[in-house]
């Protein structure tokens, strides 16, 4: 195979493994999210148009003959470029990639919420079908300690645009953004605008706070009271009990989060994500504590691996070498494995 003559970014999510990645921006226009790090130290930048189609024709070379039905546009937000440049990127990749049906892109509610319903609609024709949307809350208190940039409002509007358009939209949402401070806050609002969005999938992802961002800081400072592994399974059986009247996927792909059976269909599945969590939520507490371990270093994938004796033993064994800490110390592991996972 001839040396690869085109961009690759730092990240694409989990369930775009297999599809063709073309780069059209580098790092994130905001970058100033106090959770995130997945952009630290890049400057944001929109490539020219030639580059991206060179890239296109050098990716079609280097992949030969392989088909690809799904491409995924990095970095974080394909929607900061001016619409004529990225209907012509999506031109170009539809010329060179015939069998393409779906393109996806991330794309911030707030950049967005910049384009008219008329660009997005020429957007989605032109093949970008899909946006990957991180609303992360829903609670206004949240988005504002997050400086997340956007409020509800825009995220709402954002997505009523893309819908009218035509696009899917995939929302993610973290377990634990409120802290103890703003959970409540954070469940129930979050819930009310996923039940007004009503989005193609729902993404769960659960808090990692990152080692030197202000997340971290706020920690520090006692600003912001994380949330233990169980209290963050607690809140998300409280958003999935007040999701109502919608149809969404609703999903647990990452594998930073516990429950990674909590994978289906709204409302089909709602009994059954209830009924798993409060599985883990009744479990004694050391039971849970071989669960969270045994998941965080990789034993586990769901709860009915615990039926495997041999690793049940194995992850006691590590809990036992870690047995001379307090509950708090303990979590205070599973914090720190946690900051690895994303
Ligand atoms: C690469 S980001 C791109 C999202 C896009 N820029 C936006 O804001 O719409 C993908 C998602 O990763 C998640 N993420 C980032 N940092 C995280 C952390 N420390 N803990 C948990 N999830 C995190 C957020 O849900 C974020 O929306
Ligand atoms: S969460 Fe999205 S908008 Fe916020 S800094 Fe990370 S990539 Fe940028």
């Known amino acids: 195979m001839n040396p690869r003559q085109f961009q690759q970014g730092p990240i694409r999510p989990p369930s775009e493994a297999d599809s063709l990645l073309i780069r059209t921006t580098q ?8 959770f995130c790090t997945l952009f630290e130290g890049m400057n944001f930048s929109i490539r020219p148009v030639e580059d991206i189609q060179r890239d296109i024709w050098a990716a079609k070379a280097f992949y030969k003959d392989r088909v690809f039905t799904q491409c995924f546009l990095q970095d974080g937000d394909s929607f900061a470029m001016d619409t004529g440049d990225l209907l012509k990127v999506l031109h170009t990749l539809k010329q060179a990639f015939p069998e393409l049906t779906q393109i996806s892109s991330y794309g911030r509610a707030q950049t967005m919420s910049k384009k008219s319903p008329e660009e997005m609609k020429a957007i989605c024709d032109a093949g970008l079908n899909m946006l990957y949307c991180g609303m992360e809350s829903g609670a206004i208190e949240v988005l504002k300690k997050m400086k997340k940039g956007i409020t509800p409002k825009t995220i709402l509007r954002s997505a009523e645009y893309a819908k009218l358009a035509g696009m899917k939209m995939m929302t993610f949402v973290i377990m634990g953004l409120g802290g103890k401070e703003l959970s409540e806050q954070h469940v129930s609002e979050t819930a009310a605008l996923l039940n007004q969005i009503n989005p193609e999938e729902i993404r769960v992802l659960t808090l990692a706070v990152k080692p030197g961002t202000e997340l971290d800081e706020m920690v520090q400072q006692g600003k912001f009271t994380p949330l233990s592994e169980v209290e963050m399974v607690a809140e998300q059986q409280a958003l999935i009990r007040q999701l109502r ?29 209830l009924a798993t969590t409060e599985r883990f939520l009744t479990m004694p507490p050391n039971t849970q504590q071989n669960f969270i371990l045994g998941r965080r270093i990789h034993y586990y994938g769901k709860l009915d691996d615990m039926s495997n004796q041999l690793y049940v033993d194995t992850v006691e064994r590590e809990l036992a070498k870690l047995a001379h800490r307090s509950p708090e110390q303990l979590e205070h592991v599973f914090y720190q494995l946690r900051q690895r996972m994303i």
């Open 27 to 34: 790092g994130c226009p905001w970058n100033r999210c106090s």
């Open 245 to 273: 009247g919608i149809n969404s996927h609703y999903g647990n792909y990452h594998s930073i989060n516990l429950l990674t059976e909590l994978n289906g269909q709204l409302p089909n599945d709602q009994e059954r994500f």
